[in-house]
């Protein structure tokens, strides 16, 4: 009996069926992808240690977060109405809609660049004290606007349903050329943590035009494939944005809260103990491939499904992928929670110490798997509001928590800040996706 019969996929053959076949190809991809971006923290590890880790990681964080305001969602906008055009085979929709949000995200991520360029000193001399940290956050201030559009066109040759390039450009690009490059410049100059920030810059920068080409190249195979009607979408930039106002929220405080205790831990303990606790986050977030592999084919996927009224579809296609997930993870979770300190020692003998939060952030990461897609659901059918009001809800715990955690116990008490958030936010989600998205299922049955 084949896995899809076992856990009862075979029911729905445009949908599990399309997620089960082309998660294969997505999870190798983002299995290289996930395990270049943990050598190229081991390997800074091994250079710099826990402090040289932790100035990295402070000012990655911030860059990331700054790079989400860029963007503003109108990424996660382009992704919806891409994949409902590409749908309803309208190349010149899809066109349209691209170009638009690229100049958009062009201009806003230039403003976000020059703010925290003029914002590093202060930065550095307010909130945190690493010598180190303003200087790379300068740096890497740069990658925000290649980051940014890289991570548009990501999404906008998801829209088209190729996964494989998506993830390539989102998963696997930046990581492995981070690797290649850091390597050149210890070849050329010796190590220093200004060149692993260029090295990252510069990565971000030819995996943006990486993206640009094959954008061209699929746009140009979709439109030999669609009809050609020539018509206009009628999706100006002002809907876009109206689009996008919804889901920015959403994805920045998503993005946020996935630093936050970061940022905290930089606030309030030294270098080292931020360096012990991103080993432990990297190390937890290994089975986000698996969760990112599935996500990347179900969202364009449960756009059209609801779009198009099959809400028993939608219900079904979101239990199965739990199913799956979990059955993919098991293992990996297994080793973090009997094996911590024996993983830990690759990065160096120091990070044993960090063993008690790579478990309490594995059993957050489980639980997140366990409660299924709900972002997804919630963000693809209209109901951007309920996942923001969720956000800010969960936004809201994190920081108190993580204020009064993070200052008392460092990088414990930062894990157990993530743990809480993450059962809050999905707590509320399933909630929303049973009554709002559920409950049509349940009418549609009847």
């Known amino acids: 009996m084949s896995v899809l019969r076992y856990l009862g996929l075979a029911r729905l053959d445009l949908g599990m069926q399309e997620v089960a076949g082309k998660a294969v190809s997505s999870f190798a991809y983002r299995l290289i992808g996930t395990l270049a971006q943990f050598a190229f923290i081991v390997l800074i590890t091994r250079l710099f240690g826990p402090a040289g880790l932790g100035s990295y990681a402070l000012a990655q964080s911030v860059v990331i977060v700054a790079s989400t305001v860029g963007r503003w969602g109108i990424d996660q906008a ?24 690229v100049l958009l995200v062009t201009g806003f991520s230039l403003a976000v660049t020059l703010l925290i360029w003029l914002a590093a ?142 940022i905290f831990l930089g606030m309030f303990r030294s270098d080292v103990e931020v360096g012990l606790f991103s080993a432990a986050l990297r190390f937890s977030l290994l089975p986000n491939f698996v969760i990112i592999a599935f996500n990347s084919i179900l969202a364009p996927k449960i756009a059209s499904l609801y779009h198009a009224g099959e809400f028993g579809s939608v219900r079904f296609l979101a239990r199965r992928t739990v199913k799956l997930m979990l059955l993919v993870t098991a293992p990996i979770f297994a080793l973090y929670f009997f094996l911590p300190h024996y993983l830990l020692g690759l990065f160096g003998s120091q990070f044993g110490e960090a063993a008690a939060v790579l478990t309490i952030l594995s059993l957050g990461q489980l639980l997140i798997i366990a409660a299924g897609p709900v972002e997804i659901l919630l963000m693809m059918t209209g109901h951007e509001k309920l996942m923001r009001r969720n956000q800010i809800v969960a936004a809201g715990c994190g920081l108190f928590f993580g204020g009064l955690l993070i200052y008392r116990f460092g990088a414990v008490g930062a894990a157990w800040s993530q743990v809480i958030r993450s059962l809050v936010v999905n707590a509320l989600s399933i909630w929303d996706v049973r009554r709002e998205i559920y409950s049509r299922a349940n009418l549609a049955d009847c």
């Open 78 to 101: 382009a992704l919806k109405y891409v994949a409902i055009q590409a749908n309803g085979g309208e190349p010149v929709g899809v066109k349209r809609i691209v170009s638009q949000a």
């Open 121 to 262: 000193p202060w930065l550095g001399n307010n909130f945190f004290h690493s010598p180190d940290f303003v200087s790379l956050l300068r740096i890497m201030a740069l990658s925000i606007v290649p980051f940014s559009l890289l991570n548009l066109l990501a999404e906008a040759i998801r829209g088209l349903r190729r996964i494989g390039p998506y993830t390539l450009l989102q998963g696997v690009a930046v990581p492995v050329l981070s690797i290649l490059f850091l390597l050149a410049c210890l070849y050329g100059s010796g190590p220093s943590l200004k060149s692993a920030a260029g090295a990252y810059v510069v990565s971000c920068g030819l995996a943006m035009l990486i993206g640009f080409l094959l954008w061209r190249l699929y746009l140009g195979g979709y439109r030999q494939k669609a009809r050609i009607s020539g018509a206009d979408t009628g999706i100006g930039p002002r809907q876009l944005l109206a689009t996008a106002n919804q889901m920015a929220w959403v994805t920045m405080i998503a993005v946020a809260m996935g630093y936050v205790e970061t």
